[in-house]
């Protein structure tokens, strides 16, 4: 006998808004948080957006002594890790958590100190100037330790890497413990700060993402047919999972219940999705399976939407092929457009938004979506949100290695 | 050209900077809470540093007074005053 699971705290932190208010004002107001790069000169850039997380202060969420030692990524992780914990009104002393866990996920880890290690050790030439606090702050499970020091979560700790999709399959195994009854309690989520000057020289090699650079604001055009690549973003979104009858017994808000999980691998290219859609389909497959639910059931997905050429096509390959003829009916948005890709914390971000579209009974849209591509022809909630009561909502995150991973949420 | 003798009064001045700088005190927001560095002030029981933080500013120390301390000895100092004291220490020696 499994047990229920169910969502009871959301944080986030996100490029275009804070706190699970602030965030849902942003999406379902159709708000944009790319603009020009701040965090380092771009000038010698081909690319000069991204979606930074602005006005973040660290010392608003943690004590200066573990600000000094925390990367960004770390940082932004603890801060939604806090508005998590309090928006459940955690008690992490309750005699039911005991056995509580922290499994975040994360793509890349600290970049900045690696960076700023590597920068020093190179600018001097002398190996003996890097720092000796760079490992424990670059590590990736630096996130989900400090979370664990910060808040005494004493069982098990994991930091799970699948590029693109961290946040939602961290968000997975963290369910799958808790419906097996291995966990009573979990700190679960995505995070990521990949807007460093060597990462993200990175991402614009590899030619994958958006080269507009005169309205920041529209690069990120998932579906649409002028779509040229998508925006690096940095945030954090946290959850706190728990099963149904500690939520109940404590009288803890509820904002979903986590009722599915499909992951599976394409096998198929490190980078490139496979443009058949197959595996993604597989993936949707394994997730209405694990939830017992027929297509007809689903009344909305957030999708991966990354607003690249390849993904997007796939990811519409993907629906109707697990959909069918049904695919056509289902509300499909991507939030990516207005927040780019978070990277690791994607997924967790957008099973947060699909926790307040369940409960807000709106849908957020797809914004700078005006071009249609004949080979995206789903309902993309294009550039308005909409008012539709919706029971079931569907997360797709897809990751670089082929990585495809599903969640679905009930309201209850 | 030799460089002028910094007094030990500069020396204190030196280090404070560099204690801030690396150790983000003034980025506490209540003015209240901000620790005040002093030549008693504890690295470890008043400002917090552990053992990794302990390496960085020993760096940042070598670096600033051009000096070579013994990590050994170095950690046996805790007060601010004691490591002024042994940077004088090491600076003549090395004269």
């Not at chain 1, 963290?174 to 966990?183: D, P, Q, S």
Request: hydrophobic letters at 40%; one cysteine or more.
């Amino acid at each position: 006998m499994t047990k229920r699971v169910v969502v009871t705290g959301l944080g986030v932190v996100a490029p275009n808004g804070t706190g699970k208010r602030d965030f849902a004002n942003a999406i379902f107001s159709g708000k944009s948080g790319v603009d020009f790069v701040t965090r380092f000169d771009p000038a010698k850039y081909p690319v000069k957006i991204a979606a930074e997380v602005k006005s973040f202060d660290p010392v608003d969420y943690m004590p200066i002594a573990v600000m000094r030692k925390t990367d960004r990524f770390a940082q932004l992780g603890l801060a939604a890790a806090k508005l998590a914990i309090d928006d459940a009104k955690l008690d992490l002393g309750d005699k039911r958590f005991e056995n509580a866990a922290v499994i975040i996920g994360s793509g890349l880890g600290g970049n900045n100190f690696h960076e700023e290690a590597m920068i020093r050790i190179f600018k001097n030439d002398d190996p003996r100037k890097a720092p000796a606090s760079t490992v424990p702050r670059v590590s990736p499970n630096a996130v989900s330790a400090y979370i664990a020091m910060q808040y005494g979560i004493k069982g098990i700790n994991q930091v799970i890497s699948t590029a693109c999709s961290s946040g939602a399959q961290a968000i997975g195994e963290a369910f799958n413990k808790i419906r097996c009854g291995l966990i009573d309690m979990a700190v679960t989520g995505g995070v990521e700060a990949p807007i460093t000057e060597i990462t993200f020289a990175c991402y614009a090699a590899l030619m994958v993402l958006s080269s507009e650079c005169r309205e920041p604001q529209k690069a990120s055009r998932p579906f649409d047919l002028t779509r040229d690549g998508f925006v690096l973003g940095e945030g954090a979104g946290i959850m706190i999972l728990e099963p149904l009858e500690s939520a109940r017994a404590r009288g803890a808000p509820i904002y979903a219940e986590l009722l599915g999980f499909g992951s599976n691998c394409g096998a198929y290219h490190m980078v490139t999705p496979n443009p058949s859609g197959e595996d993604a389909a597989q993936a949707i497959r394994l997730a209405l399976q694990d939830a017992n639910l027929q297509s007809s059931d689903i009344d909305y997905i957030n999708a991966h939407g990354t607003s690249t050429r390849g993904n997007d096509v796939a990811e519409t390959r993907a629906i109707k092929l697990a959909f069918n003829s049904y695919a056509k009916k289902i509300p499909t948005s991507s939030i990516k457009s207005m927040i780019g890709h978070t990277i690791g914390a994607a997924g967790a971000i957008e099973a947060i938004a699909c926790c307040l579209s369940l409960n807000e009974g709106k849908i957020p849209p797809t914004i700078n979506l005006n071009t249609a591509d004949p080979e995206c022809d789903l309902d993309y909630v294009p550039n308005e949100a909409r008012k539709v009561s919706i029971e079931v909502a569907m997360s797709n995150s897809f990751g670089f290695g082929s990585n495809n991973t599903v969640l679905i949420l009930r309201r209850l | 050209m030799a460089e002028p003798e910094l007094s030990r009064e500069a020396i204190f001045e030196e280090l404070k900077s560099l204690l801030v700088d690396l150790l983000k005190t003034m980025r506490e927001k209540d003015p209240e809470k901000r620790p005040v560095i002093s030549w008693d002030t504890d690295l470890v029981d008043e400002l917090g540093i552990d053992s990794v933080e302990t390496l960085d500013v020993l760096n940042a120390i070598e670096d600033r007074f051009d000096i070579n301390p013994d990590i050994h000895e170095a950690n046996s100092k805790r007060t601010v005053g004691e490591i002024v004291d042994y940077i004088i220490e090491l600076k003549k020696s090395k004269r």
